[in-house]
């Protein structure tokens, strides 16, 4: 067995114990590491890490830029016409306070949502990546 056998064995093995795509998604999702699922994926809100502690994967070079974003307006968006219903029926008797409600209630889901998609979105590049990277 030759010495490029080795390497090639070795970069086998470490493909087949790395993640299935759902559950490298899921490993966005909350915020963790796509590849092990240790360490944290955001070193702030919305900054990503450059490189895991715990497997060294690199993150540098994937960006999400304004998909996260614009998937984060569409399912707020998509969920803004029922909420503004559910207030305003709640509210019936105040139109300020139940526009309140509703602009805090929508404030809220998209800043909850916007990291979980960018991490998901994160996962997802690196996961294509990798794939590209195993058939070449
Ligand atoms: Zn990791």
């Given at each position: 067995?030759?010495?490029?056998?080795?390497?090639?064995?070795?970069?086998?093995?470490?493909?087949?114990?790395?993640?299935?795509l759902q559950v490298a998604l899921a490993r966005g999702l909350v915020g963790r590491c796509p590849?092990?699922?240790?360490?944290?994926?955001?070193?702030?809100?919305?900054?990503?890490?450059?490189?895991?502690?715990?497997?060294?994967?690199?993150?540098?070079?994937?960006?999400?830029?304004?998909?996260?974003?614009?998937?984060?307006?569409?399912?707020?968006g998509v969920l803004a016409a029922p909420l503004y219903?559910?207030?305003?029926?709640?509210?019936?008797?105040?139109?300020?306070?139940?526009?309140?409600?509703?602009?805090?209630?929508?404030?809220?889901?998209?800043?909850?949502?916007?990291?979980?998609?960018?991490?998901?979105?994160?996962?997802?590049?690196?996961?294509?990546?990798?794939?590209?990277?195993?058939?070449?």
């Amino acid at each position: 067995m030759t010495y490029l056998d080795n390497n090639r064995m070795a970069g086998q093995q470490r493909n087949e114990a790395r993640p299935a795509l759902q559950v490298a998604l899921a490993r966005g999702l909350v915020g963790r590491c796509p590849n092990c699922g240790r360490e944290r994926l955001f070193r702030a809100y919305l900054k990503q890490v450059d490189h895991c502690a715990s497997c060294g994967e690199n993150y540098s070079e994937i960006e999400s830029d304004d998909a996260a974003p614009w998937f984060t307006m569409l399912i707020v968006g998509v969920l803004a016409a029922p909420l503004y219903f559910i207030f305003q029926g709640f509210f019936a008797s105040n139109f300020i306070v139940a526009m309140i409600c509703f602009l805090l209630a929508l404030t809220l889901l998209t800043l909850v949502l916007l990291p979980r998609i960018k991490g998901s979105l994160i996962a997802a590049f690196w996961y294509s990546r990798r794939a590209s990277h195993r058939v070449s």
